[in-house]
Structures are given as C-alpha cells and as structure tokens.
C-alpha cells in the first residue's frame, strides 16, 4: 500500500491499544503511541533506501517487528529506569508493543496487494497475499486511512475526558 493506507492501517491497529492505554488512564501514552505508530509505520519501507537490501525482504517479515519491538522497548527501559522499576516496565512494554505492532500493521497493509510479503522469513521464503487490491489503488489506500481515523474516532468517543 501506499503512505495513506499504510497511516490508516496504523490507526485501525492502535485503537485497541489506545483504549486500553486510555482505559488505564494513560491519557499521555496513549495520544504517544499513536503517535509513534504513525512515526514508525513507514519504516519497513525504507529498505528501498538501503543498496543490498531487496523491498519487501527483511524488513517485511515478523523478525523485522520483533527488532523493532527490541529497541523501543529497550529504549523505554532506559527512559523508565531513571525514575524507577516500575516505570521502566511500562515504558518498556509500551514500547515494545507499539513497535511491534507499527511494523505488523504496515506488514498487515502491504498483505493485501498482489505482491504480498514473506513475513516468516528466515523461516521461510514463502509468500502470502490476500490478492485483494493494489498498492497503488487509490481507493483502497483511502479505505484503510478512513477506517483507521473512524477506528480512532470511536476510540476517543467512548472513552470519557477525565
């Protein structure tokens, strides 16, 4: 998919955990990771930046996430670990979780498209598509932005101002 449809399937992906972040009553991490979901959600396609490195490779696979997830959940540690334990386990965790999910929801867009993703890589070289629309559909890439503003939207609708 393209940047739209990859920034509407961020969203659609974070809402939950926006919930669940707001629901605690994280107000602060909550509007944080969906900021960072839209920040990271490109990211896997900049493997078309990088000499030796094939689009829709390394940096479209389950492994990618999980390194991803690694180090924003690393660096939340860090962040926390100055103030105390229990800090650095939340930031932590949120980190690692909207890292992981940031990635998963571009791999989630791009599964969509003929072209499809080997997500299981190393494991694996296969490749899944769900066939459904092309990257450059138009329609489609707005689909997916209008879902995930709509999925944001009910979000902070039900979710009461303290």
Known sequence: M???????????????????????????LAVLGGALSLGLVPVPDYDQRLPLVSHRGITHTFLFAG??????????????????ARSAMLLGAFGALVGTTSVLAHLLADIITPAGIAPLWPLSGRTYTLDLARADNTLANYLLLGLGVLAVTAVAAVTPIR
């Open 2 to 28: 393209y940047r739209l449809g990859h920034y509407g399937t961020a969203l659609l992906v974070y809402a939950p955990l926006g919930l669940g972040l707001l629901v605690a009553d994280l107000p602060d």
């Open 67 to 84: 390194v991803v997830g690694g180090v924003l959940g690393g660096l939340g540690w860090a962040v926390g670990a100055s103030t105390d």
